[in-house]
């Protein structure tokens, strides 16, 4: 599908949706989020960086064109506990009323690393943000998800890059694909929708970590990617239930 930015966003195609975007101020996360306001849906901004976080939501609520008002959730994935995960669903329930998507964005990628020097510590809080958060936070918000007519939460993955040097990022992104897969088989045609998103090649702050800016010819700016997001989290995006969807360049 190659529908330009501008059209899927004219078509007001989330109007009325609220859709949680996790790392919602990095490259993807804040393109996405945006394009998901243009798009006519209600963002929930989740991320750990608050200033950033404030930035997104002003870019949203003084666009000219009068977007649905964001709503702004500081929240550490690598902190929080799965209880914390609980009360950020019965929060956006509360607040609310509904959910419609989740885009799953937040990623913590330190550098290249050989894995065996990699720190215990750091493999840990790598995976768990990577993999365990994104479920934790799909699981709790599965009751207010299966109550909207057409819900998706859309995993954005990264599972093709080289295996060497990655550690626990490039092993979580295998596993969200095996998590992708896994809901996928076991939801079936329910009211929840499973998407994978392959982004490609992106001009952000965690590519920056492990590409030369200039030598990086390859990278986009995050702008398609975000569009091929709301399209996922829209009716449009059931045509790709349960696949990981690579948008065409």
């Excluded at 998590?179 to 929708?193: C, F, I, Q, S």
Aim: hydrophobic share 45%; with cysteine.
């Amino acid at each position: 599908m190659s529908t330009p930015a501008a059209s899927v966003e004219a078509s007001a195609v989330l109007a009325g949706r609220v859709v949680l975007v996790t790392g919602a101020h990095g490259g993807l996360g804040a393109a996405s989020a945006q394009a998901c306001a243009r798009a006519g849906a209600t963002v929930v901004l989740l991320g750990r960086r608050v200033p950033k976080l404030n930035r997104v939501y002003d870019a949203i609520a003084r666009d000219p064109a009068g977007l649905p008002e964001p709503v702004n959730y500081p929240f550490d994935l690598a902190g929080a506990d799965y209880g914390d995960h609980a009360e950020l669903a019965a929060r956006i329930g509360a607040q609310l009323g509904r959910l419609d998507g989740i885009l799953h964005c937040a990623a913590d990628f330190p550098g290249l690393t050989p894995l065996e020097h990699t720190d215990p510590g750091d493999f840990a809080r790598v995976l768990h943000v990577d993999l365990t958060a994104r479920w934790w936070l799909t699981h709790a918000c599965l009751p207010l998800l299966r109550q909207a007519p057409d819900a998706a939460v859309v995993f954005v993955l990264d599972d093709e890059v080289p295996a060497a040097y990655r550690g626990a990022y490039g092993i979580a992104q295998r596993g969200q694909r095996a998590l992708l897969d896994t809901l996928h088989a076991e939801h079936g045609r329910g009211p929840v929708r499973f998407h994978g998103l392959h982004p490609g090649p992106m001009r952000t702050p965690l590519r920056a970590r492990s590409h030369v800016a200039d030598e990086d010819r390859r990278a986009r700016d995050p702008d398609a990617a975000a569009t091929a997001a709301v399209i996922l989290l829209s009716s449009d995006g059931a045509q790709f239930r349960g696949q990981a969807w690579a948008p065409p360049a």
